[in-house]
């Protein structure tokens, strides 16, 4: 008898990544083929709510059907969403069960980003990796597969840094210093210029008015490290207070799975840490290097969503692809990026761009 003929696998899968200003998804063939790639405002579920953040999902993914030419109807056959602020098991639960329910599909993974950056950018089976964008946290993974964590709920949880937090801390120095409360910093000269007003007064007044203040926190973050490299006094102090931050989040982490001092990976991801602030960059590795000797300090900026995608492929199990991954991770950047919010009537329910 003939043999039967080999049906390609027509398998599709849909991986996201869901920021607090921003959010990326891609949809991809089991075969590696990606078939459209989509960005759209951030959603993260603390802010916009848990259905809020679940039908932000689904335009993603409708979009990315209809760049495709897939039926509007069709389930994705595998999910994995990284999803910003989803840092407690319940909350990672309650997406997990929307998320289920309206994509209609019961293979699906959901973590925090975090997550996603341990998948796209460890190169061994052990390390840390640690992102420090809007917000920071930190996870640690041993060859044996054990994971050392943080609840990265804020300073009620220890936390400190990311770029929300630095642009508070830049309002908070600026006022003190233009009142006479704090010590003199460029940063009352810096936030004015920032929000256009002649005062830092009506400079606070204007971030507490605006309907974007996650982004202007960060836009004023960026502001502390052009003061910082200018040699202003209170901006060194912050980012050598972020730099020990980032280097005690690392080191505890990997002490907590008993990481060995030497081949490890530590990835460094999120804009803070792979914009090129020549300073913080040098003292961070310093530090790492100093508790870690051996270590490879890498630094990973590539959307994050790539780890979403190669966890479809089974990354979330642990260890890299390597050959594989590589070859996705290219796919995906080279990928046509397509906006939300410039196809039809249906755009996501986020804040923040």
Known sequence: ????????DSRRYFG????ILRSEAVLITAAGEVLARVIGPGASPRRIGVGNTIEAIASLYELALQHAGVAPDSAPDRVAAIVADVDLQDERDEVRRGLGQRLRTPDLIVENDVHGLLWAGMRRPAGVALICGAGINAIARASTGSRAEYLALGRVSGDWGGALELGREVLYAAQRSSDGR????????DVPAHFQTVTTWDAVVAYWHSSTRDAQLEALARRLFVADEAGD???????????DEVVGMVTAAAHRVRLPATGADIVLSGWVLTSGFTRLDEMVDAGIAARMP???????????????????????RGGPLAREGNTIAKRIEDAELLDVADFGDRVLAGGGS
Do not use: N, S, W
């Open 1 to 8: 008898m003939p043999r039967a003929a080999i049906q390609p």
């Open 233 to 243: 006094g209170l901006a060194r102090g912050l980012v050598d207070r972020l730099a």
């Open 182 to 189: 704090g010590p003199h910093t460029r940063l009352q000269y």
């Open 294 to 316: 051996g270590a490879t300090i890498l630094r990973f900026d590539k959307p994050l969503v790539i780890g979403a995608a190669l966890a479809c492929f089974g990354a979330e």
């Open 16 to 19: 996201v990544h869901v920021g």
